[in-house]
């Protein structure tokens, strides 16, 4: 009797042990996901099959015969898809870069609008942020195209400085062309911000001994804009400049800025700003009162005290939000595709359109974004954990 | 032993200083409280001032109200071309819907609506009921009255629709969907079996790794190359499947955020009460949880609703997108046209985010205990 029970107990127990049962779960689910996969394999194979698509990465080495109205690297229809795709890249990095830059100072000037004791001020910054988060970034980018094209001139009478010109082909400049030796630019450079280091660290120690300020932070600035342009005349100045010729419907040589990403950049750098300005805000709040009054006591004017002591500890709460938004206005640049500034969802539809080949080029736009969200957020990990409070 | 200077009742008040009370001490508080802020002030009016005189001039003072094409809106100087809007208004609604059936995606947002407004008002009880109602049946019943098909209603094919009847089904269709499938990853993503955890944490990262774009360009030329022969999904469908998926890995981090917030004391208390896993999930912590993270399922569905426009780069016309090819008519070629119609997309999609985004704001503000903020 007693023995039955016991085996009824084990019995039941084999069931409601919670490790048989995850397992059984875990080995279900596998079963499913793994016959879903096959299944959408076997799919695609066949439709790839009755539609005649070879699958693989050759057509990257193919001619892409289409060209781009914006490049950083040389390029023309001639290269191959490789290539075209590269234009994008670029140029898809050019304007996040840039972006985050500009939402950066303007998020943080408006979220401190936001906290200004100004009345007008911080309404002011709440009707911006409103305003720019409840409309849908696509209508704003529209817009922006629409009012950065409009009162531009056509390209026969463009507005120009030098040979600097505004049209509605875009801000049109000459381009440095480099030749031998201008790789002395770099190492200048890099000889400015060794130099700048030291520079802070002297200034950092006289101010500890002298109680004085130095400008360290200006002579930093001046040292890497003298250096390079030093080392350059060092080397007998191998810089030269390719004018923009005018021609009919537009320049041919120079450097053109298009408008399409001038529009793209007001649009995500505005749009992203807004969110930044409330992250800055949250973090500025989460800082105690107490340290902005202890800083007063201490004799600090406003401007010093909110640089010295507030806001290096709101940048603790702020990160992790910056880091979001920073990834979100990457990803936001993919819109370039509906005005057309040739970014690499943009050019990638264009190879996908010409070739067909949907898998792989949805592949390259995955792989891609994927490891630059990886890089910025590791980026601002690394920000972060140098930022973050020491643990007592 | 007397105490005659002691005063046995208060002073009377005295007036604060002058300019230091009333409108003129708010004014002088707030605004002109130093130099320096009495020039913000002023030039920060002047700019306010500028553009807000700039926007009426235009929307109202020199705008042209009525006419039949573009001859009324061509004159020098004119402002906002409204005829143009007044002529385009139903169709920017009801996108190509035939005009005799367009009774049916007006009912099936009555219908919406009505069920929605009790779901919002935290007083009124039967939530359960209504929210079954809203995330299962209230569906079937749409998209009956709009693709028609069954009791006597003619078929609609969803090429035909457009407007904001395309962004309203899309986007309600997204959270729909997107909602349970979140919930379910953001359970995945808490589990302690790790097969379950890493597939969770595999989906929702790649989906909010990658832009939106490129999402939908995947559900439009990749989603055919999935299906077996024979199956096909219309373009509409696809771009919501897309869609769904994308924001489903957003909502299992706002679903997760609220798992998070509840203290594993209501787990252990479950357990310690005889529920079973499943039960202490599903009746201590989920609605615990989901409470919670309310604030931040409408901040992503105001996301989702906004993103919706994305849906032009694979040729669905929704609002924005129906307002855009509108602007290429040549009727109403005139300089201000576009500018009318971006103006009042802006207008509407405003209106709708910004209404949820003051709901969510309400929710949370009643989700704090009293005391804090």
Redesign the interface.
């Known amino acids: 009797m007693s023995l039955e029970l016991t085996a009824g107990l084990q019995k039941r127990s084999f069931w409601n042990n919670g490790r048989v049962r995850g397992y059984a779960l875990q080995a279900l689910v596998l079963l499913i996901l793994g016959g879903l996969v096959y299944d959408l394999i076997i799919n695609t194979a066949n439709n790839m099959a009755n539609r005649h698509i070879v699958s693989g990465f050759d057509f990257l080495w193919r001619k892409a015969g289409f060209e781009v109205s914006f490049s950083l690297i040389p390029y023309s229809g001639e290269d191959n898809y490789a290539r075209a795709l590269m234009v994008g890249f670029f140029n898809t990095l050019l304007v996040s870069a840039v972006g985050i830059v500009v939402a950066t100072v303007l998020g943080l000037v408006i979220g401190l609008m936001r906290l200004s004791r100004n009345w007008l001020a911080s309404h002011i910054a709440l009707g911006y942020i409103e305003l720019v988060r409840n409309v849908p970034l696509l209508l704003q980018l529209f817009i922006w195209y629409r009012l950065v094209l409009t009162p531009l001139p056509q390209a026969k009478d463009a507005i120009a400085i030098g040979s600097v010109t505004l049209s509605n082909k875009g801000l049109t400049m000459p381009a440095p062309v480099f030749g031998d030796g201008a790789w002395m630019v770099l190492v200048g450079f890099f000889v400015a911000v060794g130099a700048s280091v030291l520079l802070s660290r002297w200034g950092r120690r006289q101010q500890e001994v002298t109680g004085r300020k130095l400008p360290t932070g200006m002579l930093s600035v001046l040292l890497s804009v003298a250096f390079p342009l030093l080392f350059l005349a060092a080397v007998g100045w191998p810089v030269s400049f390719d004018y923009p010729v005018k021609g009919n419907f537009g320049f041919s040589g120079g450097m053109t800025l298009v408008p399409e990403f001038m529009a793209l950049l007001l649009a995500l750098s505005i749009y992203t700003a807004a969110f930044i300005a409330e992250a800055v805000r949250a973090g500025i709040m989460a800082v105690s009162k107490g340290q902005g009054e202890a800083a007063a006591a201490l004799g600090l004017k406003p401007g010093l005290a909110m640089r010295l002591v507030v806001l290096p500890q709101a940048l603790r709460v702020i990160i992790p939000p910056l880091t979001s938004q920073y990834l979100n206005l990457t990803k936001n640049s993919s819109l370039a595709v509906a005005i057309g500034y040739p970014d690499l969802v943009s050019t990638g539809g264009t190879v996908l359109g010409q070739t067909g080949q949907a898998i792989e080029v949805v592949l390259i736009w995955m792989v891609v974004y994927l490891s630059l969200s990886l890089l910025t957020s590791g980026f601002m990990n690394w920000f972060n954990a140098r930022h973050r409070l020491v643990g007592r | 032993m007397s105490m005659a200077y002691v005063r046995d009742r208060d002073a009377p008040l005295r007036a604060p200083p002058v300019g230091t009370a009333g409108a003129l001490g708010w004014l002088r508080e707030?605004?002109f409280?130093s130099l320096g802020?009495s020039l913000?002030?002023l030039l920060?009016?002047v700019a306010?001032g500028y553009i807000a005189w700039g926007v009426l001039d235009w929307a109202v003072l020199r705008a042209v109200w009525t006419g039949a094409d573009r001859a009324a809106c061509a004159i020098n100087n004119a402002g906002a071309c409204w005829p143009f809007v007044w002529e385009k208004f139903p169709q920017w609604i009801f996108g190509f819907y035939p005009i005799s059936e367009r009774w049916r995606p007006v009912t099936a947002f009555l219908i919406g609506a009505a069920a929605l407004v009790p779901m919002l008002m935290p007083g009124l009880g039967a939530k359960k009921s209504n929210a079954l109602f809203l995330l299962v049946v209230y569906p079937v019943i749409a998209f009956e009255l709009l693709a028609g098909g069954l009791f006597g209603l003619p078929e609609v094919e969803t090429t035909s629709w457009g407007g904001l009847t395309v962004t309203l089904v899309v986007a309600v269709t997204g959270i729909v969907f997107s909602l349970p499938l979140g919930i379910l990853l953001a359970l995945g993503r808490q589990s302690?079996?790790?097969?379950?955890r890493s597939?969770s944490v595999a989906f929702i990262e790649?989906w909010?790794?990658?832009?939106?774009?490129?999402v939908l360009?995947?559900a439009s030329?990749?989603l055919?190359?999935?299906?077996?022969?024979g199956v096909s999904l219309d373009k509409l469908m696809r771009a919501i499947v897309g869609l769904s998926l994308f924001a489903s890995a957003y909502m299992a981090e706002a679903v997760r955020g609220g798992l998070q917030a509840v203290t594993k004391g209501q787990t252990e208390a479950g357990l310690a009460l005889g529920l079973s896993?499943w039960q202490t999930t599903l009746k201590i912590v989920l609605p615990q949880a989901l409470r919670i993270s309310i604030p931040n399922i409408v901040g992503i569905f105001?996301g989702l609703f906004?993103?919706t426009?994305?849906v032009?780069?694979v040729s669905i016309y929704d609002f924005?997108g129906i307002i855009?090819a509108g602007l290429q008519d040549a009727k109403w070629a005139a300089p201000q046209t576009?500018?009318t119609g971006?103006f009042v997309?802006?207008l509407v999609?405003?209106a709708f985010?910004?209404a949820m985004?003051r709901y969510a704001l309400f929710t949370e503000r009643r989700l704090e205990p009293a005391g804090r903020r």
């Not at chain 2, 302690?192 to 379950?196: A, N």
């Not at chain 2, 055919?224 to 022969?229: A, R």
């Open positions: 707030n605004l409280s802020n913000l002030t920060l009016a306010i302690s079996l790790p097969i379950i597939a790649i909010r790794g990658v832009p939106l774009v490129t360009f995947m030329v990749m055919p190359l999935f299906l077996p022969n896993r105001i906004k993103d426009t994305l032009l780069v924005l855009n576009a500018n971006y997309a802006a999609y405003f985010c910004f985004s």
